[in-house]
Structure formats: structure tokens, C-alpha cells
């Protein structure tokens, strides 16, 4: 299968940012998609919306850290539209601060969502993936994890942590069934910064992303160029950030 048009994808953290734009601009291009997040008042207006422009949408309300959450996420795939092709593991949340203020439960929050949801999406598609004899995993990761800079060491170690589960998944899947990519986008005008407890830093994220930016369509551009390749052309990693970023 070569292209866009009738892939059905999953995709988590669809209720914003990245995940939303990554969904329109799929169902724009002929995917059925199903949306997840926990926000189900926004995943069911974006479905709508997404519908009314004649594209294919529906919502389910998902928790990654929830392993039943994502199974159910597939399911409904499965059961909407008949098959998963790409799974893309996009919800991630940023609880950055130093590591001597020892917010534990942040780094905890952070390991659940960025590393756990993913690996419970890969746990849920997987088996999908093996029954059809194809299937894409598409994770976003960030340019956090290759320039590590104060502030971003556990947020990073989360994204290197699935970076490194991806790569060993890479390799122990050369049987042509599954194709994996990893985009690692640096800063994205998102949402994302209201995930931080900090208030200063949330601010100087907020600076930074009002000041240079790019839009999240940006990298939806670049996960929709991997997902259209022919099933033996693998992206195995994408870095996306602004021109003007250090
Ligand atoms: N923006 C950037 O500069 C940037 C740079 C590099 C990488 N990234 C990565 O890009 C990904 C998308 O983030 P974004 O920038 O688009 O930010 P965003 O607008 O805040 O989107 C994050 C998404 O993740 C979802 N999410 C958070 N916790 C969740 C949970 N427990 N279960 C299910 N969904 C959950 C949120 O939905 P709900 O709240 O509705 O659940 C939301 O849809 C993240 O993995 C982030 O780390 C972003």
C-alpha cells in the first residue's frame, strides 16, 4: 500500500497541538483517523469538524496511562474502519525543571505519558499489526533529546528512553510487517507549555514559542511524508525544528 488515502490511523494527544493538526491534515488526505486524548469535548468537535469537510473521524476518549485505554483505542480502529494501519504515539506531556528541585511526581507524570503511553500503544497495536502483515508506529520524540540542555533532563530522558525502545523494535522487526518512525520536533506552538508547574519557565516556553515557533502543521507535514511512502521505504527519524532555533 503506497500513500495516504484509505490508511486508517490512531493517534494520541489529538485534542491539540500537534496530534490535531497531524489528524486534519491525515483526513484531509483520505485516512480514516481515530482520535485520542482525555479532553472528549474537543476530540468530538474536531471529529465533527473533520467530518463535516467530508473526512473520516471518530473519538475515543483515552488515558495512555492506562494500558486497557489504548487496546480499546485500537479496537475501535479495528472496529470502525477494519484494520489499523499507522499508530501515532503522540501524547506527551513537559514537566521540566531542574533535577536538584526533585520533583519526583513530575518525573514520575512524565515517565507515565511519555514513556509508558507509548509503550502500552505499541503493547495494543502490535498484535494488529503482526495479524494484518503490516503496520506503522510513528512516536514523537524531541530535539530535546539530542541537545540536552538544563532544565529538560528528564523530559529528554523519557523521549530517548522510547527513542532507544523504537530502535530495538526496528531491529527485531526486519521482517518487512512493521515500519517505525520517530520525529523529534523542536519548539512547536502548542498547548504543550501548560503542561509545565513551573511558572517562570512556563513563561520563557511560552516566550520562546511566540517568538520563533513553527506550527504544528509543520510536523504533521513531515509524519504525513513518512506515512505516504511505499510499505518498503521505512523514515526511520525525522528532526523538524525552527531555522532559527539553537
Ligand atoms: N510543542 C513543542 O515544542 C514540542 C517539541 C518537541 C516535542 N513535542 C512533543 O509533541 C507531542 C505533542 O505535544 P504538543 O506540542 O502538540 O502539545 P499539546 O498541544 O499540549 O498536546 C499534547 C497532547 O497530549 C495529550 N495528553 C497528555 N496527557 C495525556 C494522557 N495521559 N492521555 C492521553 N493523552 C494525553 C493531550 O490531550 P488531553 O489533555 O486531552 O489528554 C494533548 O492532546 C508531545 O509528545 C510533546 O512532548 C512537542
Redesign the pocket.
Known sequence: MTGITHKVVAI??????????TARLLAERGAAVVL?????D??DALARDIRDRGGRAVACA?????RE?LHRLVDRAVAEFGRLDVLV??????KIGPVADLDVDGWSAMI???VR?VLHGVAAALPVFRRQGRGHLV??????GLKITPTMAV?AG??NAVRTVVEGLRQESTDGVLRTTS?????????????IDDPVLRGA?REN?AEF?IR?EA?ARAIAFAVEQPDDVEIGEITIRPTVQD
Open positions: 494520541t494527544g489529538a485534542s491539540s497541538g500537534i496530534g490535531e493538526a485520542g486524548a482525555r479532553r472528549e474537543r476530540l483515552v488515558d495512555v496511562t492506562r485505554d504515539g503522540n501524547a506527551g506531556i513537559s507515565d505519558v511519555n503511553g512516536t514523537t520524540l524531541s530535539t530535546a523530559y523519557t523521549k520525529i523529534s520536533p523542536g519548539y512547536v506552538s502548542t498547548e504543550l507549555a501548560d503542561s516556553v514559542m515557533a504544528p510536523v
